[in-house]
């Protein structure tokens, strides 16, 4: 078959865009239909300026037929996803819609109800794509196929069985990232594309995936590749690695599972092999993963750190044990502290969050979490909401108590802050202690003004800046700054890596004229604003304060 895989714009704009953290799902789709025989053509749509339906329309009218037609994504990309099966019917091509990914696995019925699909793919898309290309080709039946689903005979949606995971994960071929330009995305990387990808002035990151799914349920979290919790063995990840990382000069290994710590034993082996890969190379290799706070031990931190790793995420989510064992994280407050202590005393970055608004937060429990985000201001801890994405445990809950009063409406508006799910609090009480917990994040924020700012060559910038922290001088080249007086760049120290922002004079007057503005609002006044934003306008409210932040 000839079938063309669409890569969704990942931002909001018409322009081109790599400012994206580069995707898997949609490369391994591309890769399985590849190995099985297929004529495959990939269009990566951030690589394209223009409206998203019109690029595709566009293509269409001067392209080969397609027998069939991919995209696939999260809940976040349900505007991209509708607009390019717009673009599709709108051409007049004959070809068969498919869709899958988080989006259409959360929410099969709704989602193909809305877009329009001829079929959607539920879970892991590997097997089920190759079975639904063969059958389509051979013109059979398709309702045997597990994972599927698609309109029926009566007009009605049809699910199909649920798909048994892939247990093998070795046999899955390696992700077709060259079809979708990534040579392209890594020749414009730049340090500010991900939170940790400032160690160089011209990262080249490759992301990889050595397990799939999460052994934890955590009320927040969905798993759009089934929930039974599988890995690779090392050996095949290091051989991927060995294959990639000379062909396109790779610098930093994103580990992209949602787990990589199950087992510590796993651990130690990646590190033991990952060294001996390094050791190949003619320039240094840095790894970044996720890993869970329980079993973290200094041991397995050294061990990590000699390896190459350069930061780890973690999921803190709260500070309470309250909050804690509602979310189903099966962590303490007293791991959290000690995860953070080990990894900062290793010169080891962190990336992590804290989501506040859970079913049983209190005054108190905010309080608790706010109290320990404070002390621990250098380290990379952001500040969100509790966000009910579909698929998972408090999004079922938001939906049966009618506090997500339009499923599709939820999603269209890009799954913002629905409203209070907190139950043990007032109104009042809720909405002041998340204005609260905003003016937190803004004033917590350590700041440090660069000595220069030179513009490059290619223009971008080399600014020179002093870590508040350890007090190391440190240039970063290759830096994109719309404004080179006006900025503010989120980013971590090359000696000691921990975390501050690189703020402009003007940028640090600019927001400190707006705090003591923002200070004077009556509290009451903020509270009414902020609960009274629509949905969509409170999905927004985290990045004006991301800007203030500065």
């Known amino acids: 078959m000839k079938i063309l895989v669409f890569m969704p714009k990942y931002g909001n704009g018409n322009e081109i865009d790599y400012a994206y953290i580069f995707p898997v799902g949609l490369a391994y789709i591309s890769a399985t239909l590849k190995s099985a025989g297929h004529t495959v053509t990939c269009i990566n749509l951030n690589h394209h300026a223009g409206d998203t339906e019109q690029i595709v329309r566009a293509h269409l ?48 019925e709704l989602i193909f109800n809305a877009l329009h699909p001829d079929f959607v793919v539920l879970g892991e898309g590997e097997e089920t794509i190759k079975e639904l290309a063969l059958a389509l080709e051979q013109q059979r039946d398709t309702s045997a196929i597990a994972g599927i689903g698609y309109r029926g005979a009566d007009g009605r949606f049809v699910k199909t069985v649920s798909r048994d995971p892939i247990m093998d994960l070795d046999a899955v071929p390696w992700p077709d990232f060259a079809g979708f330009e990534y ?22 990151a490759y992301p990889i995936i050595s397990s799939r799914s999460c052994p934890c349920r955590c009320t927040f979290c969905f798993h759009p590749l089934g929930n039974k919790y599988r890995q690779r063995s090392i050996d095949s990840v290091i051989q991927e690695l060995e294959a990639i990382i000379p ?54 931190l050294v061990t990590m750190k000699n390896a190459g790793c350069i930061g780890l995420g973690f999921g803190f989510e709260s500070y309470s044990p309250i909050v804690l064992k509602s979310m189903k994280k099966h962590i303490t407050p007293d791991q959290i502290k000690r995860a953070v202590e080990l990894t900062l005393a290793h ?65 269209e508006d890009g799954c913002g802050l629905p409203g209070k799910m907190a139950e043990h609090m007032s109104d009042d009480e809720y909405w002041e202690s998340f204005v609260r917990i905003r003016d937190a994040r803004i004033r917590w924020s350590i700041r440090a003004s660069p000595s220069s700012v030179c513009k490059d060559a290619n223009g971008t910038y080399t600014l020179t800046v002093t870590c508040p922290h350890c007090g190391q001088k440190i240039k970063y080249a290759n830096y994109p700054l719309p404004d080179s007086t006006l900025y503010s760049i989120w980013t971590n120290c090359r000696s000691c890596r921990r975390m501050f922002w690189m703020s402009s004079k003007k940028w640090l007057l600019l927001a400190k004229t707006v705090l003591v503005l923002f200070s004077i609002i009556p509290m009451r006044l903020k509270t009414q604003l902020f609960k009274h934003f629509s949905a969509r306008h409170r999905a927004c409210f985290p990045a004006i304060t991301k800007f203030l932040s500065a």
């Not at 040579?183 to 080249?204: E, H, I, M």
């Open 183 to 204: 040579n392209v995305w890594l020749d414009n990387l730049k340090p500010t594309n991900d939170a940790l990808y400032d160690c160089y002035d011209f990262p080249r």
């Open 61 to 108: 009218a001067t392209a080969p037929a397609y027998d069939m037609i991919c995209t696939g994504g999260l809940s976040s990309h349900y505007a991209q996803m509708k607009r390019i099966v717009s673009g599709i019917r709108i051409s007049g091509a004959n070809s068969i819609v498919v869709l899958g990914g988080g989006l259409v696995t959360s929410e099969p």
């Open 247 to 300: 062909r396109f000069r790779i610098n930093i290994i994103n580990i992209d599972d949602e787990c990589f710590s199950h087992r510590i034993e796993r651990i130690y082996e990646f590190c033991e092999k990952i060294t001996v890969l390094s050791k190949k190379l003619s320039w240094d290799l840095k790894w970044i993963c996720s890993m869970r706070v329980e079993g973290l031990s200094e041991d397995v």
């Open 347 to 411: 010169h080891i970055s962190t990336f992590s969050f804290f989501i506040f608004g859970d079913r049983v937060e209190t005054v108190e429990t905010m309080r608790q979490t706010l109290d320990f985000c404070r002390s621990i201001r250098c380290a990379n801890v952001d500040l969100l909401f509790v966000t009910p994405y579909p698929g998972t445990e408090i999004y079922n809950y938001c939906v049966e108590q009618g506090i997500i009063k339009n499923r599709l409406t939820y999603i």
